[in-house]
Structure formats: structure tokens, C-alpha cells
């Protein structure tokens, strides 16, 4: 089956710009999705396609995918901006949905 | 405005069924693939399947084949997920997700709010 591999943490300082990578076999054929989850909340879709943001999203999310590996990128990170980060696939050889481990961000 | 609504926290022995519930509204509810994700304590995501709400077709994870149920009532726009065989490590707060475009493939713009289902003696 398809995996994803995320780091499981990431640190950034307030202002910065954290990334958040997730790794899969020729992961830049498929299309990458990404979520923010803050503890005790449903995640919500931050970036999809890759790169689009859904509206409401801030500008500072942004995406890229190619080759084995896409990435999530926050520019000027926010406290707010503190959450798990999950990247997620369709694997269209068994119509199934993949997600990555997850990534904990830490604004320090 | 599109809002997915599920059932409350379920306390449930070891062996037990439960069944989760996400009343959808908003939008048309056949016209959109219904997905279910779990999430363990301090654990990440875990995709368990899709119903199609048109036509009741599912997909399940290779996880969860043979003991996952997931089937619709479309007159209460209504997703049902039921888990059979319940052991402790299925202690999670459940999710329903709803796909974006109109198949199963895609990302998923609208969550419930979490079922909390804790299998306990």
C-alpha cells in the first residue's frame, strides 16, 4: 500500500517560515492535500491540489509538490499557527485515501 | 451552509456494535461521497472507508474489512458508520468527512464534529 512519511515535528520561532515535508513514491504524480488540526478540533483542509488554498485560508499556507516529496509551507508563522499538520493522498490502485503520520508544529 | 452533524459519545464493552451517525445539510446529499476517519488518543489520522450516498456503494480500508459497516439513509440525509467486534484499542474519536468533488477521489472540505467512542469493561 501507499505510505507517507512525515516528519513527526517541527519547530519554528514566531515570524519565521516553517516546512513541512511528506514524502511518497513519485508523490508528485498525485494530487497533495493538507490539514491543520488543533487539539480538540476536526482538522480543517488548509491547502488542496497541492497548492490551492480554500477560501479563508491565509495566503501564508502555501504548497509544492514533485518528484518523492511535497511540502506545506507557512510563511510568518503565527502562535496561532501551533497544530498538527497531516498531508493526504487518493491511492487510485486501491480507491483508497492515504494519510501521512502527521506533523506537530511548535511555535517556540 | 454545508454542516455535517454526528452522534454523541458512546461508552461501549469490549465485543459490543457501535453506530455513529452524520446528519449532512446544506447541500445535496447524494452528490457528494461520505468518508470516515478515526483518530486514537494522541494518535493521527486513520482512514476507514467511503459510502457513496447514491447508490450505498463502500470502499473499506484493508484495516477494517469484515467488521466495518457504512451505509446511508437518504430520507434524513444521514450517514451511518458501525463497527463490530469493538476492543479497547478502538477507543477514538470518529470522524465523518465529506469529499469535495462529486466522487470518492479528492480532499475532504467538510468534517463532523467527532464521535468520542471509548470501548471500555
Known amino acids: 500500500s501507499y505510505v507517507l512519511t512525515q516528519p513527526p515535528s517541527v519547530s519554528v520561532a514566531p515570524g519565521q517560515t516553517a516546512s513541512i515535508t511528506c514524502g511518497g513514491n513519485?508523490?508528485?504524480?498525485?494530487?497533495v492535500h493538507w490539514y491543520q488540526q488543533k487539539p480538540g478540533q476536526a482538522p480543517v483542509l488548509v491547502v488542496y491540489d497541492d497548492s490551492d488554498r480554500p477560501s479563508g485560508i491565509p495566503e501564508r499556507f502555501s504548497g509544492s509538490n514533485s518528484g518523492n516529496t511535497a511540502t506545506l509551507t507557512i510563511s510568518r508563522v503565527e502562535a496561532g499557527d501551533e497544530a498538527d499538520y497531516y498531508c493526504q493522498v487518493w491511492d487510485s490502485s486501491r480507491d483508497h485515501v492515504v494519510f501521512g503520520g502527521g506533523t506537530e508544529l511548535t511555535v517556540l | 451552509q454545508v454542516q455535517l452533524v454526528q452522534s454523541g459519545t458512546e461508552v461501549k464493552k469490549p465485543g459490543a456494535s457501535v453506530k455513529v451517525s452524520c446528519k449532512a445539510s446544506g447541500y445535496t446529499f447524494t452528490g457528494y461521497y461520505m468518508h470516515w476517519v478515526r483518530q486514537a488518543p494522541g494518535q493521527g489520522l486513520e482512514w476507514m472507508g467511503w459510502?457513496?450516498?447514491?447508490?450505498?456503494?463502500?470502499n473499506y480500508a484493508q484495516t477494517f474489512q469484515g467488521w466495518v459497516t457504512m451505509t446511508r439513509d437518504t430520507s434524513i440525509s444521514t450517514a451511518y458508520m458501525e463497527l463490530s467486534r469493538l476492543k479497547s484499542d478502538d477507543t477514538a474519536v470518529y470522524y465523518c468527512?465529506?469529499?469535495?468533488?462529486?466522487?470518492?477521489?479528492?480532499?475532504?472540505?467538510?468534517w463532523g464534529q467527532g464521535t468520542l467512542v471509548t470501548v471500555s469493561s
Open positions: 459510502v457513496n450516498p447514491n447508490n450505498s456503494g463502500t
Open positions: 513519485n508523490i508528485g504524480s498525485k494530487s
Open positions: 468527512a465529506r469529499s469535495s468533488g462529486m466522487a470518492a477521489a479528492g480532499n475532504f472540505d467538510y
